[in-house]
Every structure is written in structure tokens, then in C-alpha cells.
């Protein structure tokens, strides 16, 4: 097990593009990043691993300028530099593209390229020069996209790009990518991954933050491993393996794999006909969805987000009524003109780990004993009629934190002061304990980190083996291929096809989400 | 049939007159909002510099020197509710309102404690005020028909604040649509962290929107009281400078459209003043109150969705807050 902190042994004969060390960061209480110390070597691709909040994000933000280190020092291609804005850092040649992208939704490509370089006080002329500018750079990279178009009529895939053509259009020497798979296909993270090669060929260095490990070992020359706000350990990318990384970033040993034998699904609990959702606009609309869902299966719906999952998902539990069709639980219909809402379900036997838990999920200032009841407050163990009471209310709650492993298990605790991987467990703690013959889970594990999210898959599965229907909606597609039994892939508010778990493989699954097959119009279907 | 259409010039005459501090107070929106600051001190802005115009006027015997005035009195308060609700990340509505109130009780506390008037400041003479200029030409050509007539009628014989009022228009329209400001500020207005991010300050940026919104405002103010009237009455603005944010929405954020629906604005008042008393053949007595009501209702019909969408800024109304 490596120190924290420990230093990157030798290679100092290579010339660094970045060199930080030392770097502290505190948010009020948060000690955000830990005496951090960071090599990247010039013209590699160098990764950075961790859990969610580990630090990564703001170590990041901290070189591109957006937050200012508490202390530490930065050495741009070896020499010191401040860096107290992002305009220091784009004049350092420093480029990042955002996990969330930081384009002008209503702007073209082009006016979002020029935006803060245009070079100019007159936009028609700037404009000229950066069109040009920008058909070299395309050219050189790969990195096709039309210059005219509306950047919110543009798939992600190409939204990203034109970040990367904007930061590329800055000088960018070294261009840092928060988690820039997070909201790609398969195919469009090997195109991005295509760019990336490109860029170092060009001499480009690469930081890639991410949390996947197969993105680290399939593109980066080099890792770093965070670890709760510190800089746990550096690898050359060759010399190490997905376990070794997982342990590293998780500080224990880490079975990546759910044991998961075939299905003997019993009868029909949920069956979906012809479900309809009309929407203001086009996007979060369902069309036509059917299908069945059995006890004792687990059936996965994947997807690019956005297309209409969360919709589905938002009928299914009866916050949003349908505009047709309908669905039937245990042979109960439920449609436009017979609607119910998610009380009337749940008494149906139908629980619902929404997608954003701090949304839907819990009342981040509720204490962890009042969070674990929402919805079942009237359930008779947990009061006398119209009273609760704090006794029952607290040994319900260390139960089922002691079954979930919860931690630290104290029921008082404010809800929004569990980690993310707790805050999940709680949501689900009640769920599952409500023993629901239907279970919808939206993104189960986001935000969660690894050694949670083994905990959490466990945990449906053994639903599953005790005759629970289970509907998984996740935009991460090892999770949805690891727990289902048979996956349907929603594309555009759509059904486009159904694999079962044998026939899955990423590649049939990524064409899918892409529309390849339902929608031959598709902007990538000509390439 | 020629009368019928000198009535009809005369109102549009009219209209233009009526419906320039609307143009230039629509504009001043235009560039607040756009950038992404709510703007309901319109109002307050325009009223302390009509009040601030006529003052220094009526001091210096300059009306010139008092659309200076009035044009850095206003800068002052676009840069108070930029303290607020920029740089303090305070409410954009409560901060503006503030504004408003301000201005009300100090334009008549100040007013009476400088000229012992009740709040109104004395008359304005011929050289404290802007006074309509005749055109070359127009009264050789004015009795051609229709481009001599409206040559003279219409377009000619205003004070130069009207013109500057139409001119804003264009200016506005170029300078959001051509240059390397107006790119930002629609930027700002949308997504503020883009713009941080490409390494432009946000706060800057919405400070020069919120004081070139000033100087339009204080030019509006100075009109009503040195140009259109002849003094400062208390609460002159009458609540024009809700009618140009109105406009402003009604046009849809764009300098074009706040400008049709300034002059539609502009016109429907002037046409109520003419009819104000006529009796109309079927109808009676003309309906001068709906008349008036009108640009209330078109705004209420267009936000509810029937005339086409407004599409505010994006990050309107949010303070940007970079730090988590």
C-alpha cells in the first residue's frame, strides 16, 4: 500500500508541462484537497483517479484558475506561475473542458469559440480569421463539426468537441478533461479517445480526470490515484491493473465483480402498454413505450441521458401522469383517466430510489431517522396514529442502518451530512425494507463510491432473489450490463431495442443508445 | 380626405414624441437584461434624472447641462443596483425596487427643500430646454404629398433627444449583433460561467451593461423634464418605465421588436389623447381607458404564451456565484 502523498520516483529527466506541489484547498470544513503534489510529463496523457469527491474536480479547478489554492505552488512547463484566473491560465496555454460544458446554449460553434478571444472590438472580422483558424485545427485533429450550427441543436458528443476545438483555438498546450465520458456513447468515448491520441501526437499534454478505470487503462501513459483529498499514489499505466487502481483509490481490497446467476423470473408485475408522455418541446417525451417486467428479474434501461429515462421512470412512480397508454401493476391500470399517485403506488407495492436523492430522495436537513421514513411515516410500527415517536422512530433507524451498514450509524445525523454513498444507502434502506413487489432504481450507484456501490448491486440482486420486479435506469452501462437480466435501450423518448444478458456487449449496446438503426437521420449515421 | 391624413400624421407625430423615453428606457433594458440583471429601476432611474435635468436647468439656465447631470445621477443609481445585486449577490427585484422608492420620496424631498414648490421645480425658459429643431427643406417640400408631408410632419420638427432615441435603436442593434461587448453580454446574460471561463469577468462585463443602461435612462429622464414638458411634476414618470420593460419583453429582448412595440406602445396613447372626449359614430364615446389599457393586456396575452414565446436570458435573475 503506498503513503499518501507519496512523490513520483525518478522521471526527472523528462521536461514537466505541470508541476504542483503542495496544494491545499478548504472549503469551509471540507478539506478539500490534502498537501497535493502532481508531476505530468509533457506530452503524455496522464489520468487522475478517485471517488467521487476526492478532489479531484477542484484540484483541476485550481490549475485552470477557477478556484485559488489556499497555498502551494504551480509551475507551468517549469516555471512558477499564479494562477488566480482562468485568463492566467489560458495565457499559460492551459485548456479545459468542463464536465458540464461551458458553451452559450443559443450561440453557434463559432461565436462560442470567440467568446473572450476574439481578437478584436468587430465580430465580422474576428469571425473570419477564427473560421480559418478553426478548419486547420479540425483538419489537424479530427475533429469535424459545422461551424454555423446552434450548439443546443448539437448532440454532446460534438458539443464536447467544440470544447476541445475552443480550448485548442486558446493555444492550449495542455488540456485538462473533467470526467468527459460521463455523457458519451461507447462509440463517441472512442472517438473522443481517437482526438486524444491525435493531440499528443501533435504534442498536446493530456490530464484526464475520470473515475472509470478502463478509461485509465485504455488511453493514459501515466496515473494518479486520489484518495479523500490527497494524492495517494503514481503509476506508469503499464505497470499496473484495474484491481491494484481500485484498491488504491478505495484503501481496501475490492471485488469488482456481482455474482449473478441466471434468472427464474415468476409472473408478470409490471406491464407497460403503449405509454405515451407529451412534453413542451420535444426532448423528455416518451413515444410508444411497451414492455414487461417479471418478479424475480431485474430488467436494465440504458441510455444516453436524457433521453427520456427519467421521464419513464417519473410515470412509472406516479409523479407525472401519462398523457396515453398506461401501465398495469399487478394488473392494475394505471392511465390518463385512472391515475395514481406515488402514495397509491406504494401502497400497490411499488418503491422508487429516485435518480437525484437530493431532489427526491431525502430531506438533506431532516435527521437520518426522519430521512428513512419519507412516505411510510404512517406505517403503523413507526408511531401511535397521528404522533410519531422518537423511540421507535430511532431503533427503526440504527436497524435498518445496522442491515444496510449505514455509516457512522447515528440516527440524528443531518441527512446532507452522510458521504454520497450513504445518503443512497438510506434511500434504499427504505425502500427495500417497505419489501415492494416492484423496485424502480434510477442511476443506483451515482455519486457512490466503490466499495458502496458492491454493497448496493449485493443488494438488488439479493432483492431479486426474493421474487422483487426490479427496473434499473443507469447511464452507466457496466452497471446495467453487471445487474440485468435483460436490457431495453431508450433512445429519443423511444424503445429501440432489447438484448438479453448474453447477447449485451458494449459495442451493440452504444449503437443503440445512438439512435443507429431507429433513426437513420442520426448526425453520426453518415460517418 | 387630406385632413384625414394630416390627423393621422399629427398622431404619428405625436406618437414619436410620446414613445421616446419608452425607446430609450426599453434599450436601457435591453442592455441590463440582456447581461442578465433584472431591470425594474427603469423607473426609478428615469424619474431621478427627469428630476435631476430639470433642477440644473432651472439652476444654470443649461438645459445641456443638465442632461449631464441627469445622465451621471442615473450611471450612479445603475451602479448602486449593480453593488447589490452583482457584486453583494443580493435579490435583483428587491434591489431595483429599492431603487424605485428611492427615487420617488427623494426627487420630492430634495425638490421641495431646493425650490419650495411642493416637490415641482419652477417652469422651464426657452434656453433650459431642448427645443424641436425644423429640418432643412421642410417647408419647401412639405406640401408634396405623402413624402413631403410626412418629411415635415413626422420626421422633422422634434428636439434632438427624438432623434437620439432612434438612433439608440440602431446602436443597440450593432452593438449586440457586431461586436466583441455585445457577444459578451449575451453571453453573460445566458451562461456567465462560459464567459469565466474563456476568462472574461463577469461582474465587469455586467457593470458596463448596467451603466450604459444609465446613460439611456438618464437621457430618457432629462427628455420628460427639459424637452417634452417644460419641468420636473412629482412622480412624472407615471410608471413609463414599467411600460419600456414591458416593451422590452414584448419585443422580446430584441432592439427591433422593444422598438415596434415602444412606437405601438406610444401610439395607442396618442391616439387615446386625440380621441380623449370624441364621439365616434356606433361606439359614442371613445373608449379612451381601453385604449390605454391596451399595451397592459398585449404584454399579460404575450407572457402567457399566445403571441409567439418570449425567451428570457437564461441566467436572468441569478446572481453568479463562482465558489461553491
Redesign the interface.
Known sequence: MAQPNEKPSGETSLPLAIDLSNINKR?GDVHANKDVSLQVVSGHIHGIIGENGAGKSTLVSIL?G??TADSGSIKINGVATPIV???????RGIG?V?QHF??????TVL??V?????G?????V?AQNARQTLEKLSADFGLDVDLDMIIEDLPVGLQQRVEIL?ALFRGAEILILDEPTGVLTPQETERLFDVLRALREQGVTVLLITHKLKEIMAITDDVSVMRAGQMVAHRKTFETSPPELAELMVGRKVVLKVDHSPASPGGDVLVVADLCLNSPGSAGALKDISFTLRAGEIVGIAGVSGNGQSELLDVLSGITPPSRGGFYIDGRYISRKTPANPAILRDLGVAHVPEDRHKRGIVLPFSAAESIILGYSAASDEGEGWWLSPETLDTHCRRLMQDFDIRPPNPKLVSGNFSGGNQQKIVLAREISAQPRLLLVGQPTRGVDIGAIEFIHKQLIALRYAGCAILVVSVELDEIMSLSDRILVMNNGQLVGGLTRDEADERRLGLMMAGIGADDHSIWASR | MVDLWLQFLLTLDATCRVATPLILCAMAGIFSEKSGVIDISLEGKMLMSAFAAATVASLTSSALAGLIVAIGISVLLGLLHGLASVTLRGNQVISGLAINILASGLTVTVGIAIFQQGGQTPTLERDERFRPVELPLAEQIGNFPVVGTIYKEVISGHNILVWTAFATVIVTAIVLTKTRFGLRLRAVGEKPEALDSAGVSVAKTRYFALIIAGVLCGIAGAYLSTAHGSGFVREMTAGKGYIALAAMIFGKWQPRGALLACLLFGFLEAVASRLQGVQLPLIGAAPVDLILALPYLLTVILLAGFVGKAMPPRAIGEPYIKER
Open positions: 472549503f485552470y477557477f478556484y484566473n482562468s485568463a492566467d491560465a489560458i495565457a479545459m468542463h461551458m458553451l452559450v446554449p443559443n450561440f461565436e462560442n470567440m467568446l473572450g478571444h476574439e478584436g472590438l468587430r465580430i465580422d474576428a475552443k
